[in-house]
Structure formats: C-alpha cells, structure tokens
C-alpha cells in the first residue's frame, strides 16, 4: 500500500463500516436510545422540571401524585418528581459505567496480552487467577466484596470492578493466541523488537474490534450491575438519585403507585437495550471493515 492511498483506502474502509452499521434499523435505534440518554445525562441540570429534586428536598403537597402534566413520570413518597431523579440517575450510573470501565479494561488488556504471547508459567499462574474471579457468578462476588465495604458510590464501583477486569483478560488472552503466530509477529521478533513493542505496537491494534465492541456491551452490564447493587441496599445510598435504589423504594407502593418503580425500571431497560444495539451494529461495522 503506497503512502499517499493509505487516507483513501481508510477513509472507503470508514464509509463500508458505517454503512454496514447504518444497514441495520436496530443498531440505529440503539445509537438515538444512546445519544439521547447521554445528551438527557450532560444537560440534566438544565432538561429536567425540578433539579432541586435531586437531594432530600420534596414537595408534601404532591407526594406520590400521578403522571400528569405537571410530574409526568409522578412523585415519589415525599412528592420528588420521578422524571427529574431518573434523568439525573442516568448521569449517575454512565459516571459509573465509565469510572469502571476506564479501571477494568487496561487491567484484563494488559493480563491478556501477557499471558497470552508469553505462555509458559505466565500464561498458566495469570489464566488460573482469572479462572478463579470468572468462577464466581459476578452478582454474588460483587455483593461479597461490598459486604466488607462501605455501600457508597465509590466503594460500589471498586466492586464491580474488581469482578470484571477477568471477561477482558480472557477476551484478550484468546485474540492475542490467534494473533502471536500471525506472519506480522514473527516479522517483528526477527527483527529483535522488545516485547512491550509486540503487545503494545503489533498485537493491540488488532485487538482493538474486539476490546471496543465489548466495552459498548458491557457499559449497559455495568449499570444493571449497579442498579442490582443498589436494589439490594448495597450501592449508591439516599437521597442520591439512582435507578436500583429507586425500584427497590417503589417495590413497597405496588401496585397503587405503580409509577415509582415501572418508569425506573423501563429506564435501566432501555439503557441497557440502547448499548446492546450499539454493541450489535459495532461488531457487524468492524466485520464489514475487515
């Protein structure tokens, strides 16, 4: 491939990406569900009817009112509008998707990469202490870890991620195995290239499909994670707006307010089905593109 071709070629192999995406109705629903949430999270201050809402802060006289006109998902039990709390949960719960993803992904990248081109000894102490956490169903491990700790906004996302740095280390582990026989690797060991120079410069980049498709995934993991957290009274705590929290809390009122906990839990669902979607389209792109 002659230099001057390569931003041509990159930019045809860009444009068959997005239209492999763009061919697929869901994947495109799932970017607006995406985009949308995200934009409502930023400017949540400036969206919402009621941003005093978002503390302890009530209105008496409109507790537990009905969906209208003036609460149009209703008010909780000490008359806090429900829409105000559940755009600003949404904030709340995509700080908490990133924060963990940002720690668990460098983390199960580097155990892959190094377990998998070493082998030997490395591969087989690294896979074994991976195996261990992946053993655990991630709900049960989360909720042991938070048994020991504090249940705050920081302490929950220590939890989980503590238990989900091994689902990249095994991803990886399994693409850096297929990749460290590839002509390239061979190429650049007889040339004497260092091996933070293999993993980081060869073998990366071509994991990079792999690493991003399974983040977009598991950001709406991450929140249902969280929201089961907090659900059982181990995560985010009140008068902190959270998605969990706020199903758990409208649990006790079904089925007479029925809004507390249906607008919360469509919530999570459609944040969760959003990321999914995306993830979908991203895998079918990167197909396309290769």
Sequence with gaps: MSEPDSPVIASRTRSKA??????????????????????LAIFAPFVTPYPDHVGPTGDFAAMTAAPSGDYWF??????????TRIIFGYRLSLIMAVVVLAI???????????????G?????????ITDVFLAVPPLVLAMAIMGFLQPTLLNGMLAITAMWWPWYARLIYNVTRAEAQEGYVLAAE?????TAHILFREILPNCWPSILT?????????ILMASSLSFLGLGVQPPTPDLGSMVADG???????????VFPAIAILL???????????????FEAES
């Design 104 to 118: 668990a992904t460098p983390i199960g990248v580097v155990v892959g990469l190094v377990a998998g081109y070493r």
């Design 74 to 83: 209703g008010t909780d039990m000490i008359g806090r509008d429900l829409f």
């Design 120 to 128: 030997g000894w490395t591969d087989y102490i690294l896979m074994r």
């Design 214 to 222: 399974k983040m977009t995934l598991d950001v709406g993991f991450v």
């Design 190 to 194: 007889t040339v004497g290239a260092s």
């Design 271 to 285: 944040v969760v089905l959003g990321f999914n979607l995306v993830g979908d389209g991203l895998r079918e792109a």
């Design 18 to 39: 997005w239209t492999a995406y763009a061919a697929d109705p869901l994947s495109v629903i799932g970017l607006f569900i995406v985009v949308a949430i995200v934009l």
């Design 251 to 261: 649990a006790k009122y079904m089925p007479d307010a029925w809004w507390l906990t």
